[in-house]
C-alpha cells in the first residue's frame, strides 16, 4: 500500500516562512515527478510547482522567486520551501507523485498518481 503523507503547515504572519515536506512510503519501485498542489476555500485547485526525478522544477507564476521545491530520493520526499508569505498563499497545500508500483492483483507495476490528504497554510497577521 502506497502512501504519500504532507506535514509542515500552519499559521505564520505575512512575509514570514514555512517548509513543508511529503514523503511516500509503501512498497513501490520507483517515484518519478513530484508536485504540490494549493486549493483556496471556492477556488479549484491549482498547481504550485513540480519537480522531476532529475531535479528540474517548474513553478506557477503566482510562486516563483518565492518559493522553492527540493527532493530527497533517499528518503523519498519532496519539499516546499515557501517564503514571503502572502495572505492570497492560504489554502490547503496537497502532494502528488507519480509512483511505479503493484496495485491489486496486478503482477506488473504500472504508474499512478497518488495524492495525499493535504495540509492548511494559513498567512494571516
Known amino acids: 500500500q502506497v502512501q504519500v503523507v504532507e506535514s509542515g503547515g500552519g499559521l505564520v504572519q505575512p512575509g514570514g516562512s514555512l517548509r513543508l515536506s511529503c514523503a511516500a512510503s509503501g512498497s513501490f519501485f520507483s517515484i518519478n515527478t513530484m508536485g504540490w498542489y494549493r486549493q483556496a476555500p471556492g477556488k479549484q485547485r491549482d498547481l504550485v510547482g513540480t519537480i522531476t526525478r532529475s531535479g528540474s522544477t517548474n513553478y506557477a507564476v503566482s510562486v516563483k522567486g518565492r518559493f522553492t521545491m527540493s527532493r530527497d530520493d533517499v528518503k523519498n520526499t519532496v519539499y516546499l520551501q515557501m517564503s514571503s508569505l502572502k495572505p492570497e498563499d492560504t489554502a490547503v497545500y496537497y502532494c502528488?507523485?507519480?509512483?511505479?508500483?503493484?496495485?491489486?492483483?496486478?503482477?506488473?507495476?504500472?504508474?499512478?498518481?497518488?495524492w495525499g490528504q493535504g495540509t492548511q497554510v494559513t498567512v494571516s497577521s
Open positions: 502528488n507523485a507519480a509512483i511505479l508500483a503493484r496495485t491489486g492483483s496486478n503482477i506488473s507495476p504500472t504508474w499512478r498518481d497518488y
